[in-house]
């Protein structure tokens, strides 16, 4: 069984930064994509930034240039980067980590981000 565990949310002024982070752990193997996804009060999760185990990435337009997602393989983590923080990415963040043939698919708690004055 794979499970992840995030950390890093919390309330930050607009224009701030802060740094999300998902260890994973368990029966980790073959190629894999780890992933955040967020959704905000009233609205569909979407998918924030994803990246292989390969480390290719893919961002939502409306992140690119401010968010960097990253990961360390040998630690099973992920981390996202973000910056230039706007009250529109105010949510609930979630990781994902899933295996590329759907082997595994887990999903982490959330982590609350709120960007607010």
């Known amino acids: 069984q794979v499970q992840v565990v995030e950390s890093g949310g919390g309330l930050v002024q607009p224009g701030g930064s802060l740094r999300l982070s998902c260890a994973a752990s368990?029966?980790?193997?073959?190629?894999?994509?780890m992933g955040w996804f967020r959704q905000a009060p009233g609205k569909q999760r979407e998918l924030v930034a994803i990246?292989?185990?390969?480390?290719?990435?893919h961002y939502a337009d409306s992140v690119k240039g401010r968010f960097t997602i990253s990961r360390d393989n040998a630690k099973n983590t992920v981390y996202l980067q973000m910056n230039s923080l706007k009250p529109e990415d105010t949510a609930v963040y979630y990781c994902?980590?899933?295996?590329?043939?759907?082997?595994?698919?887990?999903w982490g708690q959330g982590t609350q981000v709120t960007v607010s004055s």
């Open positions: 990246i292989t185990s390969g480390s290719s990435t």
């Open positions: 994902n980590l899933r295996e590329v043939f759907g082997r595994y698919d887990s």
């Open positions: 368990g029966n980790i193997f073959g190629g894999n994509v």
